[in-house]
């Protein structure tokens, strides 16, 4: 079986969106492949639980989690920001993404303990309170489909949940495709119901976006970061950006950089182990024995003056050996 994840951006009309179809080259001539029905939801629970790490780089922790009268289909940890993640998967169309996602990291709110003991009682690691990252929880909704109001919903900045349409083929292949949301002005904190549940949730967890950082630069560092964001985009295939509490990760199949923003540089952290790096001209520096945020053995100072070229031979060995 093939298993394959991707990820598509969610216009505000979302029926702008038309999804080609796979096809499978038999010499010269291209056989159109046919989408197969969805299994049982717990087929496609099974089969997402098996390959947590795979899809999501997530640790499994444990299935069909019990609190105060709900049922957390799939618990799940991310073990680079150290925070929970819910999943649920959805046949039917008629639910709210809104409102079952809070209704989930309410749980969690107000359970912390309940969800640190599930974690060391199926796992059998300790895990204190004070290391997990709650802020950075979130909810991952999966379906065969979400309707247009499923997908407007998720355009509201600030809402920790993801949605993830999965397809299934007739030559055992399997698609799990995010639909990612654009950068929007209207924060859901704006209008979420003042002294509700709702509100004091939005206050514990936060959703960080790329532009949330990027706000931080001044301008010229600013035109600095979209230069390597592109030069990165123009040259290389399924990269991810990951904005996280501390840092952006660019991923390919792990995280090949990471960029930290100070006031005046950014630090890119290259994810290449200690003595692997060719670096003949000894641009970047070994942070392998000190603590960092991101992901490497190595750092790279950018500044407004830095070209992206000089530094980009680099670049290029982090992401073919995390590809």
Known sequence: MIVAAS??????????????????????????????????????????????????????????????????????????????????????????????????????????????????????????????????????????????????????????????????????????NRLETPETAESFKQIAPKGSKVEK?????????????????PISLQEKYDELKEEIQNSFSNVEIKPLKRYIAFKSENNFISTVFRKNAIKVFINVPKGQLRDPQSLARDVSSIGHWGTGDYEITIDEKTKISRIWDLIEQAYNLNS
């Open 201 to 217: 949730v939005t206050n514990e967890i936060k959703s960080y976006s790329e532009q949330g950082h990027v706000d931080y630069l």
């Open 7 to 176: 990820i598509k951006k969610v216009l505000p009309d979302c029926n702008q969106f038309k999804v080609m179809p796979l096809f499978q080259k038999q010499k010269s001539s291209l056989i159109k492949i046919k989408e197969q029905k969805i299994p049982t939801e717990r087929e496609l629970q099974n089969l997402t639980e098996e390959n947590l790490d795979l899809i999501f780089d997530l640790e499994f922790v444990s299935s069909e989690f019990p609190i105060n009268g709900l049922r957390i289909d799939t618990l799940a940890f991310n073990l680079e920001t150290n925070s929970f993640a819910i999943i649920e998967y959805k046949k039917v169309k008629k639910f709210s993404v809104i409102d079952q996602g809070y209704a989930y990291l309410s749980q969690l709110v107000n359970n912390k303990a309940d969800f640190i003991l599930e974690y060391y009682e199926k796992l059998n690691k300790n895990l204190k309170r004070d290391q997990v990252s709650w802020e950075q929880s979130r909810v991952i909704f999966i379906a065969p489909k979400f309707t247009k109001y499923q997908k407007t919903a998720i355009t509201l900045r600030d809402l920790p949940f993801e949605l993830w349409e999965v397809k299934f083929y007739d030559n055992n292949s399997v698609l799990y």
